[in-house]
């Protein structure tokens, strides 16, 4: 006889209101690791993301009336609450996501410092006062004659509804930066988890929930990305959309949305490129954290290996080796480097571009299979650019090796694919590492460090098929917010 598990049910909030399923459907979360069901989560409908979107509406207005000062002190309230259920957080992220413990520990804390960040920045972020050009005017007590009569503030508002439409590969971290920003810049937001990992934004809501926002200042709607995603995609109430995840879904939302302020951040194909003055193992050790830190499955991922002829051999027999070392197992384990991929369709592309690969002539040194969803970290040499491995978002523990024997050779192969979020390259040479800097074209170029390095106070995204706008920090601030200007004349008043 088989035993019958109780999987937990989650709700959904909208208007403030906690609901188990406003249209009665439902689906499952499975763990990546087991294979296993874990949760069940409500199936919204059109109808209830309208209603969600119709109650934010009506808290924008009172998140954007509130005093700087109370919207900071709510953010750091929520960081409050979220340290004292960092270990729940973590377990989630463990369980829905994939990662190792180690992984949804960094990754809580990634996450949580956006409370901060944000609650700071609120401070931080003011309009400015323009001098005008106008004539006419003058004369008033104080001013020289001929002066002008004109005053011009250019102020910063919040634009109203911000929807937040999040991947799965980071499912508490990126969920965070729209709510954390979108409400710091006095927007109400709606989210829309990735349907593989919908609980981690679940637990957000929460958060933000019992800090004392207003009803309907946050929501959180579980559904699918051709029903939630696209009613908040097209609804004429929301005015901001921050949206992650792949190219194809970007691109589909910019030819839908209609003139709604876009924040969009897609895929990669980060290339690390290992000049032949490099310091080899530093290049490798970054090599192996870019191509196989959270499996691959980051959008900062070293996709491609481009290394100079004259070093390869060093550089790939110790790519292996260090390969060999990477270990794979029980998720919880804090010694367990590496963990499954999150769902078949993006295993089954990864099988895809490592057998097109070996099809077309490259040698899979290290790797090449999978046991479920564990996908073996692959060394995979003399890959050139007609390969899908190289030309597309693989999105796994791959690492492509490819060779060049010039720095212009080297940068043309960098910007050959239509990506351009981050990359990376290891030289000793100040020179180089300034024409290779300014020479490739992507969102961030790390030298001498991983593509998988950012800070949280510099600006990310991406240029080409990666992206447009940037999050963190002031530069979301801007996006999140629309810009007035008040020209004001002095002069043309009754009571002087
Ligand atoms: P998807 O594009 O498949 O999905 C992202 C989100 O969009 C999900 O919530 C999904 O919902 C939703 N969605 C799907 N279709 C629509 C639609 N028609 N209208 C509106 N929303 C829709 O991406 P993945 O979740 O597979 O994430 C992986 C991708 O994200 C990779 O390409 C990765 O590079 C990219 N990414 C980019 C980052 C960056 O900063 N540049 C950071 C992290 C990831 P549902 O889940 O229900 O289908």
Redesign the pocket.
């Known amino acids: 006889m088989t035993k019958s598990i109780t999987l937990p049910k989650k709700r959904v909030l909208i208007d403030g209101e906690w609901i188990d399923s406003p249209s009665g459907s439902t689906f499952s979360v499975y763990s990546p690791s087991t294979l296993e069901p874990i949760a069940i989560v409500p199936k919204c409908t059109r109808e209830d993301t309208e209603r969600a979107i119709a109650a934010a509406k009506v808290a924008a207005k009172k998140v954007a009336a509130m005093p700087v000062g109370k919207r900071a002190q709510l953010l750091k309230k929520a960081g409050q609450i979220a340290e004292s259920r960092k270990e729940e957080l973590a377990r989630t992220i463990v369980q829905e996501g994939g990662k190792t413990i180690r992984e949804a520990r960094e990754e809580f804390w990634f996450s949580w410092i956006h409370y901060g960040d944000a609650a700071a920045e609120i401070t931080r972020h003011h309009g400015e006062v323009v001098p005008s050009s106008a004539e006419q005017g003058g004369g008033s007590a104080g001013q020289v004659e001929g002066g002008t009569a004109k005053r011009i503030l250019v102020t910063r508002e919040p634009m109203g509804v911000v929807a937040v439409?999040?991947?799965?590969?980071?499912p508490s971290d990126?969920p965070n930066i729209g709510l954390s920003f979108g409400l710091a810049a006095g927007n109400s937001v709606i989210l829309?988890?990735?349907?593989?990992t919908p609980l981690s934004g679940i637990l957000l809501a929460e958060i933000y929930e019992e800090a004392g926002f207003p009803k309907g200042a946050v929501s959180v709607v579980t559904?699918?990305?051709?029903e939630?995603?696209?009613t908040?995609?097209t609804s004429p109430d929301v005015n901001a959309i921050i949206?992650?995840?792949?190219?194809?879904?970007?691109e589909?939302?910019t030819r839908?949305a209609g003139l709604k302020k876009l924040l969009l951040?897609?895929?990669?194909n980060g290339p690390i490129v290992v000049m032949d003055d490099a310091h080899i193992d530093h290049a490798v050790e970054a090599s192996a954290v870019g191509a196989y830190y959270i499996a691959g499955?980051?959008?900062?991922a070293a996709e491609r290996l481009l290394v100079h002829e004259s070093i390869h051999d060093e550089f790939v027999k110790k790519l292996v080796d260090r390969t060999k070392r990477v270990k794979m197992g029980d998720l919880m384990l804090e010694d367990t480097d590496m963990g499954p991929l999150n769902n078949e369709p993006?295993a089954r592309t990864v099988d895809a571009h490592v057998n097109d690969a070996r099809e077309r002539g490259a040698k899979v040194l290290f790797g090449g299979h999978r046991n479920k969803l564990f996908h073996e970290p692959t060394v995979i040499d003399e890959v050139t650019p007609d390969m899908l491995v190289f030309r597309e978002?693989t999105?796994g523990p791959v690492a492509p090796i490819t060779t060049f024997s010039s720095l212009d050779e080297a940068i043309e192969l960098a910007n050959s694919t239509p990506y351009g979020?981050t990359a990376a390259a290891f030289t000793s040479s100040l020179r180089r590492a300034f024409l290779l800097a300014e020479g490739i074209k992507a969102g961030s170029v790390n030298i001498n460090e991983t593509t998988n390095y950012w800070e949280q106070q510099a600006p990310?995204?991406?240029v080409k098929k990666?992206?447009m706008g940037r999050?963190l920090s002031k530069w979301i601030m801007d996006d999140l917010t629309d810009i007035k200007t008040i020209t004001i004349d002095i002069e043309k008043v009754r009571d002087r």
């Open positions: 439409i999040s991947p799965w590969n980071w990126i829309k988890p990735a349907s593989y559904g699918s990305g051709s939630v995603g696209d908040i995609v949206f992650t995840g792949s190219t194809e879904v970007g589909g939302i839908k951040e897609l895929g990669g499955q980051c959008c900062t993006s978002e999105f979020l990310f995204g991406g990666s992206g999050e």
